[in-house]
């Protein structure tokens, strides 16, 4: 019943900002653009969260997560151009995709560790882009044009959402803790009979699954996707908001996604050092809070209403003249 209580929380939290944003955007609070960096947030949350569950519960050092969102933006786009199929269908299919090659890479390359993975991972996402560069059905090197534009702010919300539910129960079921026990100490988690190679490809997939969902999302915004656009500095930008906002916090990583999506925009106006600016910041982060904005914390309710509980119990305590000298 308490976790019960717990979700109902989070997602009323969930509608009370969407209400709120919903409602700057009737009004015309926000325009056009603003409407354009919040839908990116979304996306990019959709992507951090679930690149989370491999680095940061799990434990696995992975580089390679732009490449499955390039499948299933490919994979979502060719479905609505060629294959007429309704943009959610799309979605969906996108994401199956990206799951079942997550799967496929999953394999044989957790059994590595450490470096060995972090190496193995970035090449498969290399060649993942180096093969859609060199098939001409989806466009080439070119790109592909024309896809149409379905994806809504409502949308991204709702799929952000529902990411981050995902991602809290399986945390907080027994694969939860089994993936903890993983990055805990491995030797350990096999040695009480985990099958440690079947719970990190779980989460590999689950992952790619949900980046795949977010390449079709994102590719049905902008209306043209090209392999550039999925990159290694494209991964390297999500495990940046994986790291910044805390190896294991879902709440950090939801919140480094907003603030590194908007914070390039907001430097905009200093061009010429929009970079520079951009870098320093990362560093001093990871210089004074090197395990991340939160760490492996998450806000709850409770802990919220403690904290509330002593500061206010000090305030009246020195009001009153109770206070310990």
């Not at 919040?38 to 989370?52: E, M, P, Q, Y």
């Not at 694969?175 to 779980?202: C, F, P, Q, W």
């Amino acid at each position: 019943m308490k976790e019960r209580t717990k979700y109902l929380i989070v997602i009323g939290i969930a509608v009370l900002v969407y209400l709120v944003l919903a409602n700057l955007m009737r009004y015309q609070v926000l325009n056009n653009y603003h409407i354009q960096i919040i839908t990116f947030a979304g996306i990019n949350i959709i992507l951090a969260v679930s690149l989370n569950l491999i680095n940061g519960i799990t434990g696995q050092l992975s580089l390679g997560h732009a490449g499955f969102m390039s499948v299933g933006g490919y994979v979502a786009s060719v479905a609505s151009i060629k294959m007429g199929i309704p943009f959610l269908p799309a979605l969906i299919l996108g994401g199956i995709a990206a799951a079942i090659v997550g799967c496929l890479i999953g394999f044989p390359t957790l059994r590595l560790k450490g470096d060995y993975l972090a190496i193995t991972t970035l090449g498969f996402g290399e060649i993942i882009r180096v093969l859609f560069v060199n098939i001409e059905y989806v466009g080439g090197a070119r790109g592909l044009m024309g896809i149409p534009k379905k994806t809504t702010f409502d949308i991204v919300y709702l799929l952000a959402v529902v990411t981050v539910l995902v991602v809290i129960n399986i945390i907080n079921s027994t694969h939860g803790r089994a993936l903890k026990s993983i990055r805990e100490d491995e030797i350990a988690a096999e040695a009480m009979g985990i099958n440690t190679t079947k719970y990190k490809v779980m989460a590999f997939t689950v992952a790619a699954a949900f980046a795949g969902i977010a390449g079709g999302l994102y590719a049905h915004y902008i209306m043209y996707i090209n392999p550039k656009s999925f990159d290694f500095l494209k991964s390297i930008d999500i495990v940046i908001m994986v790291v910044m906002g805390g190896m294991g916090s879902i709440i950090g990583s939801i919140f480094s996604s907003i603030v590194l999506t908007i914070l390039p925009e907001a430097l905009r106006q200093f061009s010429d050092y929009r970079m520079v600016i951009y870098s320093l910041a990362l560093i001093l982060v990871m210089i004074y809070r090197p395990s991340g904005l939160l760490g492996t914390k998450e806000l709850s309710i409770s802990g919220a209403a403690k904290r509330l509980k002593k500061l206010f119990g000090k305030e009246r305590g020195v009001k009153d003249g109770t206070s310990k000298s």
